[in-house]
């Protein structure tokens, strides 16, 4: 299983609205990222988690809460958004073993939608 | 901070024609992957290079990693519509951290 999945795959919400987006991954992975991307931009890091414990907030605004439950699961609980804040939402893992070089698998992704 | 420059910004091919699609950057990589993306999906992990002067294919797709592992090219041979999507190229770094380049849209008629 080599699968990342992402749920749900497009949400709408109002500004003051809570929702939360929510990943999978069965391979093992013990890093976890999010990341923002706007159209035909790169990917935006946002967070990463190693070993279940945040090691990375990119400065992202607290409207935005990340968490990992267990080593499988990363959600992003979100609150009080902006309309800026519409983006493809993707979820990435990657294996944190010795040898294995920095490759990042990623979900379909979660269309946002702020209104 | 872009740390690596892709290019070109947009492409636009007919079917059955070449590309080179180019990633370059003054710091040095640990690796590089590159990357394919279809609208409203996830990018897609085509291919790692490590190696100073590594060259990998995948079918009609070349990818190359310069001696210095600072910069990295894609090349697609007799393109098709289905290789039309976003390319990315990324270089990570020791904390783990990938640097993606701009992105090159890839654009294949039929």
């Known amino acids: 299983d080599t699968e990342v999945t992402q749920t749900p795959k497009h949400l709408v919400m109002g500004m003051t609205n809570k929702k939360s987006l929510k990943c999978e991954q069965h391979?093992?992975?013990?890093?976890m990222y999010w990341y923002k991307q706007k159209a035909k931009k790169p990917p935006e890091l946002m967070f990463v988690y190693s070993y279940e414990k945040l090691s990375i907030n990119e400065s992202v605004p607290s409207r935005f809460s990340p968490e990992c439950p267990n080593s499988s699961l990363l959600n992003l609980h979100l609150h009080a958004l902006q309309p800026e804040d519409s983006a493809l939402y993707l979820c990435?893992?990657?294996?944190?073993?010795?040898?294995?070089?920095?490759?990042?698998?990623f979900g379909p992704g979660t269309r946002l939608t702020v209104l | 901070t872009q740390l690596l420059e892709q290019s070109p910004q947009f492409l636009s091919i007919q079917e059955g024609e070449n590309l080179t699609v180019y990633c370059n950057s003054s710091?040095?990589?640990?690796?590089l992957q590159w990357y394919r993306q279809e609208p409203g999906e996830g990018p897609v992990l085509l291919v790692t290079v490590v190696t100073g002067g590594e060259v990998k294919k995948l079918k009609r797709l070349t990818f190359q990693f310069g001696d210095a592992r600072k910069d990295s090219s894609l090349h697609i041979t007799a393109a098709q519509p289905g290789d039309t999507g976003l390319y990315l190229c990324a270089g990570a770094f020791h904390d783990y951290k990938l640097s993606f380049g701009a992105g090159t849209t890839v654009t294949v008629r039929a």
């Open positions: 710091s040095v990589f640990s690796s």
């Open positions: 391979m093992g992975h013990r890093a």
């Open positions: 990435a893992s990657r294996s944190t073993l010795a040898g294995v070089y920095n490759e990042q698998f």
